[in-house]
């Protein structure tokens, strides 16, 4: 391996700007790959500027591989992978590869939980909260917190992934990115559960008469637990998705309306 540095932060940080277009050519055979090659362009020629034509054929090739991950973890194994290319000699290019393969699968689902299933969420649910009250900073708040953590990540993972390599991963510090995920994931069922308490409305106006005296439902049910209704529908949503893996969502969407209507003009549940 070689302890010389050729790569420069100005090369990384065209690098950060390439991730932006990451996903565009992502497709069913190769995934990710193309995009990850552009990414990997700047690195490249730095590298391989001055090598023969062959090794720079093969370099590019050693990119296109099936590669696929989540894009704000890309741009960490987009850093450890410039330090790999920049340290290994041309017998040890399998473990750039090997690294990149090893690194998509895990880091695909920290990118997940962290990004896709908690802090978009968060995001999504102080925007709606505005929104729902007329207030034009929702969509504007969402979309301003979600891209500082999105643009964020990207850069310094591109940065902290070529300066700490592969020590991010298998060192101490991997702990610190685990801690990191699971704090994320406790904010975001707090939130989700502050959201069903706020947004999700179920009430029922049917009311049982029995002589001169007339019981309402909700009340009845209030006492015992208040929002019981939203929950039990919340709920019920949730195993059906879970059950299905999501995808009929818009189908249950489009049921819950059409039950809502029904339920409504027979007088059980209303406004």
Known sequence: ???????TKKDLNKVFWHVQTLNITANYQSMQAPGFLYCMVPILKKLYGDKPKELRVKAMKRHLEFFNSHVNSDALILGIT??????????????VTSIKTGLMGPLAGLGDSILKFTW????????A???????ILGPILM?????????TTKYY??????????????GSQGNVLQRVANMANVVGLM???ALIATVVKVKVVAKITAGKDVISLQ????KILPGLFSLLVTIGVYFILKKTNGKHAPLIIISIMVISVILSVLGIIGA
């Open 1 to 7: 391996m070689s302890d010389e540095h050729k790569i």
């Open 82 to 95: 410039a330090a790999v290319e920049e340290t290994t000699s041309e017998d040890e290019k399998e473990t």
């Open 120 to 127: 978009l969420p968060i995001c999504g649910s102080i925007g």
């Open 129 to 135: 909260s505005l929104g729902l009250t007329g207030n």
């Open 143 to 151: 979309f301003l917190l979600y891209n500082i953590v999105n643009i």
């Open 157 to 170: 993972g591109i940065q902290w992934g070529y300066s700490k390599g592969m020590d991010l991963i298998n």
């Open 191 to 193: 939130v989700v559960g």
């Open 219 to 222: 009340s009845m049910f209030d």
